[in-house]
C-alpha cells in the first residue's frame, strides 16, 4: 500500500410627568393644598422634599436607576445571547457519526464508575483542497472520498480519573477486518485480513470495531482529525514546543529543523507528526515516539495557566477543535466534549503513560508488522484498567507494584488495613489481610479479632481516605454500601457474618488478576507526559533522499541550506 502521509449632544428632553423645580405640587383632585405657600413648602419638607441647599430634584435619582436597569438588562440580554450564539456555533460546527456498538461495552466497577477508551485517528484523507494542499498527491486523482487512519492510540483514562494510558498501533499492522458498512457512504466489507488503517475506508465505526477485535479493549468513542485539523489545532494554542536530537531534513514530510527546540506551528507542526523518515529507523514505529513527544507538549501546554485562563486562547481553542473533529454521537456536544476534558485534565502528567503496542516483524511482508511478545499484557492493563504508573508517576516495575484496583492515587504499597474478624470462623482476618498484601498492599496490615460480633462487613476510613478505601473495597470486591466515614484515622475492615468465607465478598467482584506491567511496557518505548526535556531521536540511517541521492536527514538537512527551515 501507499504511504499517503508520505507523498487561514443637546440638553436632555424632561420626562412627562417629572416634577419642574419650584413647581407647586398638586392634590389628586388638581386644587392647591391648604395654607398657602409656606404650609405647602412646610409640607414638602415633611416628605423629605426640602432641598436644604440647592438639592437634586426628586425625580432625577429614580431616572438615574431606571436607566441604569434598563443598560443592565440589555448587557444581561447581549451577553446571555452572545453565550447561546457562541454554543451553538460551536455545536453547529461538529460532525458526529453513530458507533453503534462496535467497541464493545466498558465493565463499570464497585462504585459504578467506568474507565473511558477513546480511538484517536489521525486520517490521511484528502478530502478537500485544503487537505490536498497539506498532504500533497493529488495532482493526478484530485481530491478523493476514501482516507485511511495512519494515526491511531488508544486514549485510556481509568475510573477513578487518577491516571491514564494512551497507546500507539502502528498503522503497518496487519489485522483481520470485520464485516462493516459506513453509515455515511453506504461502502462496506464482508471483511478481511489486511494493513490495520485501511479499515477507515469503510467508516470509522469500522476501525474502532477492528481495533477493539485485535486488542480486546472497549473502544467507547473515537475522535477522529485530518491534516488541516492538527494545522488549526496547533496554531490556536499558539504552537508546541519540541525537541529535536541532530539537523532533521525529512524530504517526504518536508520537515526541516536544526538540532534543538523549536516551537511549531501550522504546516511545522503537520510536518513533524507526519514524519517517519526523519526519526528512529525511518518506519512509522520511529513516527509514533515522536508524535506521544509532540502529544506530551501539547497536553503540557493545555495544562499551562496561560492557555486555560485566556478567554481568547479558549474561544479561539474551543472553535478550532470542534472544526477539526470528527467524532461519534457520545461525544457530539460542547457539553461532552467538556467533561472529557474535564476528566482528562485531572490526570497529573506524570500518570499520563505514552506506549507503542509491540510488534514483530510480518514474515510475509518485510514492509508490514504483526501483534508481538508483550502485547497481549499491554493489552490486558488497559481493558482492566490497571495503571502503568505508581502514585508518584514512577514505571510500574511488576504486578505488585501496580495492584492497587485504580481507585486512588496512593500506591497500594502506601495503603495499610487493620483487619477485624467480627465472625466465629477462626482465620478470618488472617486471610483477608494476606490477600491484600499478596495484591501489594502495605506490610503494615494487621490483624485483630473485633470487639464483638457483627452481621454486616464493613469498611471505616479516616478524614480524606475514602479514595484508600475505595482502592481496598474494589480489590475485595466490596460495595460503597459497606464503606463508613468514621471520626478516627486508618481504615479499619471489620468482617461480619454475610461473609463466611474466601477473600472476596460473596457476589462482588474483586479487581482482575494483575498483569505484569513490566511485561507490559517491556520494547513498547513507554514515557511519561512530564518528560519535557525528551529528544525525538533523529534517525542515523539512510532514510532520506535528496536529488536522486540517498542520505540521512542530518546529511539532507547540511546539503539544503538555501530551504528554509520549517520553524523560520
Known amino acids: 500500500m501507499s504511504d499517503p502521509w508520505d507523498g487561514p449632544t443637546g440638553q436632555a428632553t424632561r420626562s412627562h410627568g417629572a416634577r419642574v423645580p419650584g413647581q407647586r405640587a398638586a392634590e389628586p383632585d388638581g386644587s392647591p393644598p391648604p395654607g398657602g405657600r409656606a404650609a405647602a413648602r412646610a409640607a414638602a419638607r415633611g416628605r423629605g422634599g426640602g432641598r436644604g441647599r440647592r438639592g437634586r430634584p426628586v425625580g432625577r435619582g429614580t431616572k438615574a436607576l431606571k436607566i441604569l436597569g434598563i443598560g443592565m438588562s440589555a448587557v444581561i440580554v447581549v451577553t446571555a445571547g452572545a453565550g447561546w450564539w457562541f454554543y451553538e456555533h460551536l455545536n453547529g460546527n461538529i460532525h458526529s457519526v453513530a458507533l453503534d456498538g462496535k467497541g464493545g461495552a466498558e465493565k463499570a466497577d464497585a462504585f459504578g464508575r467506568t474507565p473511558i477508551n477513546i480511538l484517536v485517528m489521525g486520517s490521511d484523507g484528502r478530502t478537500s483542497a485544503a487537505d490536498c494542499k497539506l498532504g500533497g498527491g493529488c495532482s493526478k486523482t484530485g481530491v478523493q472520498s476514501g482516507s485511511n487512519a495512519d494515526v491511531e492510540m488508544v486514549l485510556h483514562v481509568s475510573a477513578d480519573r487518577s491516571n491514564a494510558t494512551v497507546m500507539s498501533i502502528p498503522r503497518d499492522t496487519m489485522a483481520q477486518v470485520p464485516a462493516c458498512k459506513d453509515g455515511e457512504t453506504g461502502q462496506s466489507t464482508s471483511g478481511y485480513y489486511g494493513q490495520i488503517n485501511s479499515a477507515l475506508q469503510y467508516g470509522p465505526a469500522c476501525q474502532v470495531a477492528t481495533v477493539h477485535q485485535l486488542t480486546g479493549i472497549p473502544i467507547d468513542h473515537f475522535v477522529k482529525l485530518d491534516f488541516s485539523g492538527v494545522v488549526k489545532m496547533s496554531d490556536a494554542i499558539g504552537g508546541v514546543s519540541v525537541c529535536v536530537s541532530d539537523d532533521v531534513y525529512d524530504t517526504y514530510s518536508h520537515l526541516k529543523l536544526s538540532q534543538g527546540t523549536h516551537t511549531l506551528k501550522g504546516e511545522a507542526a503537520l510536518e513533524f507528526v507526519r514524519s517517519r523518515h526523519g526519526f528512529g529507523d525511518g518506519s512509522d514505529l520511529g513516527r509514533t515516539i515522536s508524535q506521544h513527544i509532540f502529544l506530551s507538549a501539547m497536553i503540557r501546554k493545555f495544562k499551562s495557566a496561560g492557555t486555560l485562563t485566556d478567554p481568547t486562547a479558549v474561544y479561539g481553542l474551543a472553535d478550532a477543535a470542534t472544526k477539526a473533529l470528527t467524532v461519534d454521537d457520545g461525544l457530539g456536544s460542547v457539553k461532552k466534549l467538556i467533561s472529557l476534558a474535564s476528566d482528562v485534565n485531572k ?55 501496580t495492584a492497587k484496583a485504580t481507585a486512588s492515587a496512593v500506591p ?16 478470618r482476618a488472617s ?138
Not at 490526570?347 to 514483530?360: D, I, L, N
Not at 510480518?362 to 504508573?389: C, E, H, M, Y
Open 431 to 568: 486471610a483477608v489481610a494476606t490477600a491484600l498484601t499478596d495484591q501489594g498492599f502495605s506490610s503494615g496490615t494487621t490483624t485483630a479479632n473485633a470487639p464483638s460480633p457483627v452481621t454486616t462487613s464493613t469498611l471505616t476510613y479516616g478524614t480524606d481516605q475514602k479514595a484508600e478505601a475505595e482502592t481496598v473495597a474494589k480489590a475485595l470486591g466490596l460495595s460503597s454500601s459497606h464503606l463508613k466515614q468514621g471520626t478516627g484515622s486508618g481504615l479499619t475492615l471489620v468482617i461480619g457474618s454475610d461473609w463466611p468465607s474466601g477473600t472476596t465478598f460473596p457476589g462482588g467482584k474483586s479487581a482482575p488478576t494483575p498483569a505484569d506491567t513490566k511485561a507490559a511496557v517491556g520494547g513498547a518505548h513507554a514515557s511519561t507526559a512530564d518528560q519535557a526535556r525528551t529528544c525525538a531521536k533523529v534517525s542515523p540511517y539512510k532514510t532520506v533522499n535528496l536529488n536522486g541521492v540517498p542520505m540521512t536527514p542530518a546529511q539532507a538537512y547540511a546539503a539544503a541550506r538555501g530551504k528554509p527551515d520549517s520553524d523560520s
Open 412 to 427: 497500594a504499597s502506601q495503603i495499610a488495613v487493620t483487619v477485624e474478624n467480627g465472625t466465629t470462623v477462626t482465620g
Open 347 to 401: 490526570v497529573p502528567t506524570k500518570r499520563m503513560t505514552f506506549t507503542t503496542m509491540q510488534t514483530a516483524p510480518d514474515p510475509n511482508n518485510k514492509d508490514r508488522v504483526l501483534v508481538g511478545a508483550g502485547a497481549k499484557t499491554l493489552f490486558s492493563t488497559i481493558a482492566n484498567d490497571q495503571s502503568l504508573t505508581t502514585g508518584s508517576g514512577q514505571k510500574a516495575a511488576a504486578a505488585s507494584a
